[in-house]
């Protein structure tokens, strides 16, 4: 199975707290960093259960973008797109099984059209980062993306990713993409609207729901929820909802975002 993904590689760096933070004083932390990006961990758990998978994606020409490039491509990932500018770094507050994050996406959303070679998505599934579609040129990108990865027989997946910033432009946005299944919390769908696709809802704890069936998550200890979201997307384009499932249950019980 071939798995490209388009969108963000950045450097995450995830907080674990033990009580929650007190404003203006400390508190004990365990913390720790790597590379991050909805579209890089989804490629990067697709091969680690199996599949040859591809990120495209802009990545800054600076110290850190050099950390996150080698880390990604040390997970068997090929990594292709433009190296320029600063590198993004999202900050991740993990506390009680929950987390909490402050983005800043760096390069990743110039991300432009015309620097797309067609062949990079010669795949079985392309997949899209919602937030891709949040900013241009990296939206048009998306779109040009989607239209080759077809040419190639490939289907199409979107997890909207985030549902404070669906608004009318992100609606078009996605169905300019058309994807034939979206991943989504039942807010993000709620959020979206109608839309003729596959559906793939994820309901944390309580597992998923696709096509009307309900599978149930797989116990675990949870250490840190950072890219379980990401690790279930990928086992399902791998191998189906079950694979998904325990590869989230696997990203849950260690810190980080990647295996």
């Not at 907080?15 to 400390?26: A, I, K, M, S």
């Not at 090929?78 to 800043?104: C, F, K, Y």
């Not at 990928?234 to 325990?246: M, N, Q």
């Amino acid at each position: 199975m071939r798995l490209t993904t388009l969108g963000d590689l950045l450097l995450d760096v995830i907080v674990r707290l033990e009580q929650e933070l007190v404003p203006g004083d400390d508190q004990v932390a365990v913390t720790s960093g790597g590379p991050g990006g909805q579209a890089a961990n989804v490629a990067a758990w697709a091969a680690e259960l199996g599949a040859q998978a591809r990120f495209v994606g802009a990545v800054g020409a600076d110290v850190t973008g050099e950390l996150v490039l080698r880390e990604l491509r040390a997970r068997g990932v090929d990594v292709v797109g433009p190296v320029e500018g600063r590198t993004g770094i999202v900050v991740s507050l993990a506390h009680a099984g929950d987390r909490t994050m402050a983005s800043d996406r760096g390069v990743a959303p110039d991300l432009a059209a015309n620097v797309l070679e067609p062949a990079w998505f010669d795949c079985d599934v392309l997949h899209v980062s919602g937030y891709a579609l949040l900013r241009s040129p990296i939206a048009a990108a998306a779109d040009a993306a989607a239209a080759y990865a077809r040419s190639f027989g490939a289907r199409v997946s979107v997890d909207v990713s985030t549902w404070t910033l669906v608004d009318d432009l992100f609606r078009a946005r996605v169905r300019r993409v058309a994807p034939d299944i979206v991943f989504a919390t039942e807010a993000e769908r709620d959020a979206l609207g109608d839309l003729d696709t596959n559906w793939v809802l994820k309901r944390g704890a309580r597992g998923v729901a696709v096509d009307g069936r309900t599978y149930e998550s797989r116990a675990t200890e949870v250490v840190d929820a950072t890219g379980a979201g990401d690790a279930l997307a990928a086992g399902y384009l791998v191998g189906g909802p079950e694979l998904g499932l325990e590869a989230a249950a696997r990203c849950c019980r260690r810190m980080g975002a990647m295996p």
